[in-house]
């Protein structure tokens, strides 16, 4: 079997709730420079893939008002390769999308779908794991890459794995059995003990026939509303025609509206320094820290704290004996919060929505 | 004894430095509206007795950067009665200006020693407690107003008290053995447990007559000072003699300069619902509650938090799961602290004066 091509698809999609108050709905997470370095999580995304993937086999699909922004952030990926969803219908449909798009570039050509706003601490690994993915790709696979889990982390998705299928330069490819989202602490403490769970990472890799495919068979609805906008793909006439078909599309994710149920999913796990940085804490596991494992970013001063996040965007913060502590400032809003109820965050965006606070959402 | 006149001086030197960032050193503790009534401490503080006291015979010592503020805010005390202190010199030299003036107009005038940014609940007992001081005073006592402690609060002056010398009104009116000023907790404790100690409100009764002969025993150099002032008293040419003699002054309180060591001092042990509201800690105590203990002060939203206090001076503030804790945003600055910490803003005053970050101070 000869080497396909390998295009990466990045959905930038979310909008990175639990990170309130520095995301917000106009600059959602995978836009920003959370981590301080000198690129957004989006740029990151990207630029990990470019020693190994030309700038015009990657694809962004996000939302239609962050396509300039998208843009901007990656002069070197061609316009014409940033999707703009209408609206959000979940990754279901974004990967469908970009699957129509490559599909009629390259049929036989491996997608490698990335989100926007995960951490990859080992690059080279996740280059040599993106290889190995492609060939089980190749082989008809729908490849989740899998993360060994480090702590019972109710935040996360689980996969349960099954036999062994194959092995792919050393790795072990194996069958997935089942799906669970978010497990109580109970029943993700016993998955991490049985050894046979892997964290599903939200990175996956297909042949965009394949995934085609199996969205006939699981997802009709958005493969007829593909199938119906082939001939347009790449024409002026695709933003009217995508205007027209996506709002009606069901809002349902890859993972429940084909991988829970196709016969072709396997996992490759793989151990790449991931994280899904989805909230405070975890942001704070990828700071620098000081001596009292505190980090202080932008103007923040403690005293007495251990183990804190302090991130100030502009203002003084000051903390005095705070311990395993957030506190985060942005021009108009403060967070206090403990980390290990970091994932609580979800709740003051819930409650800005209810009471109609657009210039904090 | 025929009763002697009564007035009030009002002691408005202090910055409050333990209510940063709230207070600073151009808007200080008693200018501040900190309980969120509709008057600031300084105005609460001579409002409480205009219903006994005349304004005009009511005097207020502050910084000369302040009399402008202090007879804005109080525009019924005649302006003369603002007395500017060129720099701070602590309690002493300004009980001794103000009895200077009072001795000028009424030498057996009795004299009312109030903090600028005291807190008392029982107004109506308070002023029964300053008639009964006058009485006290006018048997030449320096009389302490005593508080019953609560809890060993280490963060108070204590007396220990001695023989009952007279009752007045129904008022046991004892000697005072000895002055600690903030003892360590154990001491502390012994002494609440003891029922022989009560806290040193820094409230005073005197008569300007009385003051100033323990002046002229303890503290010369300012008694000498005082009496070449006292020609210019009154007159135009009061400032520049005030400004000449006063930087000459001894820093010192009129505790440690007089009251630690005069034979005369008596106390007067009051129940008037008093609070020094020295930091964040006390004045959670004196704001409204709700359910969950907690004191939400302007944009403020609690999730899951307990018996703590959220004071938004603008933007706002969101806290998640904090248990006794402070959070205080100004415009420029944040502060969280545990209340158990609060004591230690102290401390970043202390580094914002030692990194010249004037803005913040």
């Known amino acids: 079997m000869g080497a396909k091509a390998m295009y990466v698809v990045v959905l930038a999609g979310g909008s990175g709730t639990r990170l309130w108050p520095r ?33 015009e086999d990657v694809y962004v699909v996000t939302n239609a008002r962050h396509v300039d922004a998208v843009r901007e952030q990656l002069p070197e990926v061609p316009p ?9 219908r979940n990754s279901g449909p974004a990967v469908g999308y970009a699957a129509a798009h490559i599909h009629k570039r390259d049929p036989q050509g491996v997608m490698l779908v990335l989100p926007a706003d995960h951490v990859i601490l080992k690059k080279e690994d996740f280059r040599a794991v993106a290889r190995t993915g492609a060939r089980a790709a190749e082989h008809g696979h729908l490849v989740t890459l899998g993360i060994t889990p480090t702590s019972p982390d109710i935040g996360y998705g689980y996969m349960e794995t099954g036999e062994e299928i194959q092995t792919i330069d050393g790795y072990a490819v194996r069958a997935v059995v089942r799906f669970t989202e978010k497990p109580d602490l109970e029943t ?64 349902r994710s890859i993972d429940y509206g084909v991988l829970e149920q196709s016969h072709k999913v396997v996992t490759l796990p793989v151990d790449i320094g991931w994280s899904d940085v989805g909230d405070w804490a975890a942001l704070a596991e990828f700071s620098p820290r000081d001596e009292d494992g505190n980090s202080l ?35 108009d809003a403060v967070l206090v919060c403990p980390k290990s109820r970091a994932q609580e965050v979800r709740k003051v965006v819930d409650r800005l929505k209810a009471e109609q606070r657009r210039e904090q959402l």
Chains 1, 2 share one sequence.
């Not at 014409?80 to 959000?88: D, K, R, S």
């Not at 005293?303 to 965007?313: A, E, N, T």
């Open 297 to 331: 970013l932008g103007d923040a001063m403690a005293f007495g704290c251990r183990d804190s996040l302090v991130y100030s965007s502009g203002r003084l913060i000051t903390a005095i004996g705070l311990e395993d502590m957030i506190v985060v400032d942005t021009g």
């Open 80 to 88: 014409e390769n940033v999707l703009a969803e209408p609206i959000g």
């Open 188 to 251: 993700a403490t016993r998955y991490v003990e049985s050894g046979r769970y892997v964290w599903n990472s939200g990175m996956f890799m297909w042949q965009a026939s394949t995934i085609l495919e199996e969205m006939r068979q699981y997802m009709p609805g958005l493969f007829d509303a593909l199938s119906a906008l082939e001939p347009v793909l790449g024409t002026p006439a695709e933003a009217a025609e995508i205007g027209r078909v996506w709002p009606e599309l069901e809002d």
């Open 23 to 55: 995301s917000r709905s106009e600059t959602p997470k995978h836009l920003l420079n959370l981590l301080r370095t000198d690129v957004s999580m989006l740029q990151e995304t990207v630029g990990r893939m470019l020693p190994v993937v030309a700038p």
